[in-house]
């Protein structure tokens, strides 16, 4: 999946409420133990960092790849916003 229609797949994910985007008060990163990514929906390989956020939804932690983290915690700032691209 390239990073733009990640990019896209996010933005829906945050707008139909399927992701959070709010409640995420501690992020911890650790390897993976074959964890499905939260944002992608892709397995993370156990070569891969997993990024884990801790909020209101605890015990159930958010689990992203890396990359899709970033795009995530880019795209959560601004829910319903124009895209700035
Ligand atoms: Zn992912």
Redesign the pocket.
């Known amino acids: 999946m390239n990073e733009e229609s990640l990019r896209i797949l996010i933005r829906e994910k945050l707008a139909s409420g399927l992701l959070p985007g709010h409640d995420c008060t501690k992020i911890l990163g650790g390897p993976s133990n074959g964890e499905t990514?939260d944002?992608?929906g892709?397995t993370l390989a156990k070569s891969q960092l997993v990024m884990e956020c801790i909020g209101e939804h605890y015990p159930k932690a958010l689990q992203?790849?890396v990359?899709?983290f970033y795009i995530w915690d880019s795209e959560r700032g601004t829910p319903g916003a124009e895209p700035t691209e």
């Open positions: 990514c944002a992608c892709e992203f790849h990359r899709c």
